[in-house]
């Protein structure tokens, strides 16, 4: 270490010699050699703000590395900074500091603390980006940050069980974060906002998560725009949160008794935009949602494309296309405040007299049968059968049990995308 | 032969009989199935064993719970005919994860900083020195069951979302941690 300090000094003099005393400079980590510092933390501790931090390929072990100062760190050929499965690795506490290029793997689970590869407390304007995290428990930890990219991370988790992971990102109490091009795999939720406003999560793909892909916990006013969410243990959650636009994104291939593409649980004035929901259970389940809007979304192949359970008001559902679900919706029999007008069925046997696009019977998406399956689930093998055709046919003319006023007044004769 | 295997048979049954009465009157939690188990409350998948509950009735069925704010907020919502329905509670010690301990005897605290499921903060043990340890991080004192009703209560947990007021949001100073 002696050697490196020494180096930095003479560095350091010949900086003064050749340029102002603010210039930026470079201090390079290496695993050997002369005239480099040996491990991260003692270049941080040499370093000024604004200077980079070249390390270079290689395995570092060290105590958790604190960047208390504003510099980039930046690794050359994919360094590795190990944690041993005993620490987090990394913790950012200064301003301005960008992580990028570096491989952070084996982050130790903890039941005290949420340790993470990287974790960024109270800071501001951070980067990290292209970075690898393997086996972590926390992947990429934002708390009470602001003004910060989390862009092009690829995170592999060790996805064992529930209780020993933690989430890739987990994003709590940050406001106007970007958290756009990464990779999350095999950890607890893919993607994870607690308390975080302005944020926007866009062009992310999140799959074989072991809970969500993606987890909204009282975050307003965010976004989240073409991502893909994938085979995720319950699907995507968006839970107690205001104004929140999903738009464009795909939500595929969440089975399992209580999975789900999307839920959305005491929900305001937010808007389903040009998704795709895809082989799931079901597709979207609604459990209180105020002045929800959804629109040119593409239900296909789900077990229920949609499910609306709880209060459901003042919704509307405009220009879906509902194509090879089991069912297209279920309620709970409530009364609904929500319109479900202009959408494509393909379970709508009405007629278009007139051809104008639009039939002239309405359709009722809710069958009989489905709702005595919501109540009862093992009716379900009864599904094929003669007598539950019969029954929804009965219902379908006189609807007894099924909300009659639960209608789509202008179902589309074409799908609408 | 056939004697003897009707014997055994009836045995047999008297056995299982027995076992289900043994069970039937244990009236101890169900265990929580992690990563199964669905909160019946706010519907989230039970992952965390540092803050699950569960509710059974007299009737014998369990509702399980992700948090003590949920268990809370369920209970909030029931008159008085459910409540009687309701035959115990139980809430995880955090200091023990995984052990599920009757709620009116377990001692409550709301700390500080990220990690409930639920944003407030809070949290049981069986031993109340077991708080100790998290005396750094935690807004007001040690709590009992009624006085954790009481603060659902005041905060209507059931009807007002936590927010950047409350006391689970971060204080610049103190948390979240930083090792």
Same mark, same amino acid.
């Given at each position: 270490?002696?050697?490196?300090?020494?180096?930095?000094?003479?560095?350091?003099?010949?900086?003064?010699?050749?340029?102002?005393?603010?210039?930026?400079?470079?201090?390079?980590?290496?695993?050997?050699?002369?005239?480099?510092?040996?491990?991260?933390?003692?270049?941080?501790?040499?370093?000024?703000?604004?200077?980079?931090?070249?390390?270079?390929?290689?395995?570092?072990?060290?105590?958790?590395?604190?960047?208390?100062?504003?510099?980039?760190?930046?690794?050359?050929?994919?360094?590795?900074?190990?944690?041993?499965?005993?620490?987090?690795?990394?913790?950012?506490?200064?301003?301005?500091?960008?992580?990028?290029?570096?491989?952070?793997?084996?982050?130790?689970?903890?039941?005290?603390?949420?340790?993470?590869?990287?974790?960024?407390?109270?800071?501001?304007?951070?980067?990290?980006?292209?970075?690898?995290?393997?086996?972590?428990?926390?992947?990429?930890?934002?708390?009470?940050?602001?003004?910060?990219?989390?862009?092009?991370?690829?995170?592999?988790?060790?996805?064992?069980?529930?209780?020993?992971?933690?989430?890739?990102?987990?994003?709590?109490?940050?406001?106007?974060?970007?958290?756009?091009?990464?990779?999350?795999?095999?950890?607890?939720?893919?993607?994870?906002?607690?308390?975080?406003?302005?944020?926007?999560?866009?062009?992310?793909?999140?799959?074989?998560?072991?809970?969500?892909?993606?987890?909204?916990?009282?975050?307003?006013?965010?976004?989240?725009?073409?991502?893909?969410?994938?085979?995720?243990?319950?699907?995507?959650?968006?839970?107690?949160?205001?104004?929140?636009?999903?738009?464009?994104?795909?939500?595929?291939?969440?089975?399992?008794?209580?999975?789900?593409?999307?839920?959305?649980?005491?929900?305001?004035?937010?808007?389903?935009?040009?998704?795709?929901?895809?082989?799931?259970?079901?597709?979207?389940?609604?459990?209180?949602?105020?002045?929800?809007?959804?629109?040119?979304?593409?239900?296909?192949?789900?077990?229920?494309?949609?499910?609306?359970?709880?209060?459901?008001?003042?919704?509307?559902?405009?220009?879906?296309?509902?194509?090879?679900?089991?069912?297209?919706?279920?309620?709970?029999?409530?009364?609904?405040?929500?319109?479900?007008?202009?959408?494509?069925?393909?379970?709508?046997?009405?007629?278009?007299?007139?051809?104008?696009?639009?039939?002239?019977?309405?359709?009722?998406?809710?069958?009989?049968?489905?709702?005595?399956?919501?109540?009862?689930?093992?009716?379900?093998?009864?599904?094929?059968?003669?007598?539950?055709?019969?029954?929804?046919?009965?219902?379908?003319?006189?609807?007894?049990?099924?909300?009659?006023?639960?209608?789509?007044?202008?179902?589309?004769?074409?799908?609408?995308? | 032969?056939?004697?003897?295997?009707?014997?055994?048979?009836?045995?047999?049954?008297?056995?299982?009989?027995?076992?289900?009465?043994?069970?039937?009157?244990?009236?101890?939690?169900?265990?929580?199935?992690?990563?199964?188990?669905?909160?019946?409350?706010?519907?989230?998948?039970?992952?965390?064993?540092?803050?699950?509950?569960?509710?059974?009735?007299?009737?014998?069925?369990?509702?399980?719970?992700?948090?003590?704010?949920?268990?809370?907020?369920?209970?909030?919502?029931?008159?008085?005919?459910?409540?009687?329905?309701?035959?115990?509670?139980?809430?995880?010690?955090?200091?023990?994860?995984?052990?599920?301990?009757?709620?009116?005897?377990?001692?409550?605290?709301?700390?500080?900083?990220?990690?409930?499921?639920?944003?407030?903060?809070? @949290? %049981?043990? &069986?031993?109340?020195?077991?708080? +100790?340890?998290?005396?750094?991080? =935690?807004?007001?004192? /040690? #709590?009992?069951?009624?006085?954790? @009703? %009481?603060? &659902?209560?005041?905060?209507?947990? +059931?009807?007002?979302?936590?927010? =950047?007021?409350?006391? /689970? #949001?971060?204080?610049?100073?103190?948390?979240?941690? &930083?090792?």
């Amino acid at each position: 270490m002696r050697t490196s300090v020494t180096a930095v000094v003479a560095f350091a003099a010949a900086a003064w010699g050749a340029a102002p005393a603010r210039a930026q400079r470079t201090l390079v980590v290496a695993p050997a050699g002369a005239g480099v510092f040996h491990d991260v933390q003692a270049a941080i501790g040499a370093a000024r703000a604004g200077d980079t931090i070249e390390v270079r390929a290689g395995t570092y072990r060290e105590p958790t590395v604190v960047v208390d100062r504003p510099v980039a760190i930046v690794g050359v050929g994919r360094p590795t900074l190990d944690g041993e499965s005993s620490r987090q690795i990394m913790t950012v506490t200064a301003d301005d500091v960008t992580v990028e290029g570096l491989r952070f793997a084996h982050v130790g689970t903890s039941y005290t603390e949420d340790r993470a590869a990287v974790k960024v407390v109270g800071a501001r304007r951070c980067a990290i980006v292209d970075n690898e995290v393997d086996d972590a428990f926390f992947g990429i930890y934002l708390a009470k940050a602001t003004d910060c990219r989390v862009e092009r991370n690829v995170i592999r988790g060790r996805a064992r069980n529930e209780t020993s992971s933690g989430n890739g990102i987990h994003l709590w109490g940050a406001e106007r974060i970007l958290v756009d091009g990464n990779d999350v795999r095999g950890q607890r939720d893919g993607i994870y906002l607690e308390f975080t406003r302005n944020t926007e999560v866009r062009g992310n793909i999140s799959e074989h998560n072991l809970r969500y892909g993606l987890h909204f916990m009282y975050s307003d006013d965010c976004r989240y725009v073409d991502n893909t969410f994938r085979d995720n243990g319950a699907g995507v959650a968006v839970m107690y949160a205001h104004r929140v636009a999903m738009t464009g994104n795909t939500f595929e291939d969440n089975w399992g008794s209580a999975a789900y593409g999307l839920l959305l649980k005491e929900i305001f004035d937010s808007r389903v935009m040009g998704n795709t929901f895809r082989r799931n259970t079901t597709g979207v389940l609604i459990d209180g949602a105020n002045r929800l809007v959804a629109e040119h979304n593409d239900f296909v192949d789900n077990g229920w494309a949609l499910k609306l359970d709880g209060s459901t008001q003042d919704g509307r559902f405009t220009a879906n296309d509902f194509t090879g679900n089991t069912f297209d919706v279920g309620t709970t029999g409530r009364v609904l405040t929500t319109t479900i007008n202009g959408n494509y069925w393909d379970h709508y046997e009405g007629y278009d007299l007139n051809r104008d696009g639009v039939g002239d019977v309405p359709f009722r998406p809710v069958r009989l049968f489905s709702v005595i399956v919501w109540q009862n689930e093992p009716a379900l093998i009864l599904l094929r059968s003669a007598f539950v055709n019969l029954v929804d046919a009965g219902e379908r003319v006189i609807p007894a049990l099924t909300p009659a006023a639960f209608a789509d007044s202008a179902p589309r004769m074409r799908p609408a995308r | 032969m056939l004697g003897a295997g009707g014997a055994s048979g009836r045995l047999a049954v008297w056995a299982l009989a027995a076992l289900v009465a043994a069970a039937a009157c244990s009236r101890g939690p169900r265990p929580i199935a992690y990563g199964q188990d669905g909160c019946a409350y706010c519907l989230m998948q039970i992952n965390d064993a540092r803050y699950a509950a569960e509710l059974v009735t007299h009737a014998g069925k369990v509702y399980t719970f992700d948090s003590i704010e949920c268990l809370v907020s369920y209970y909030r919502t029931l008159d008085a005919a459910h409540r009687d329905a309701v035959e115990t509670m139980w809430v995880s010690d955090y200091a023990h994860p995984g052990t599920l301990i009757a709620a009116g005897s377990a001692s409550y605290l709301r700390v500080s900083g990220p990690g409930s499921p639920m944003g407030r903060g809070m @949290l %049981a043990v &069986a031993r109340a020195a077991d708080l +100790d340890p998290l005396r750094d991080r =935690a807004v007001g004192g /040690a #709590m009992t069951w009624p006085d954790v @009703l %009481a603060l &659902a209560e005041r905060e209507q947990w +059931d009807r007002r979302d936590p927010g =950047a007021a409350d006391a /689970a #949001m971060p204080h610049m100073h103190g948390s979240p941690d &930083a090792h």
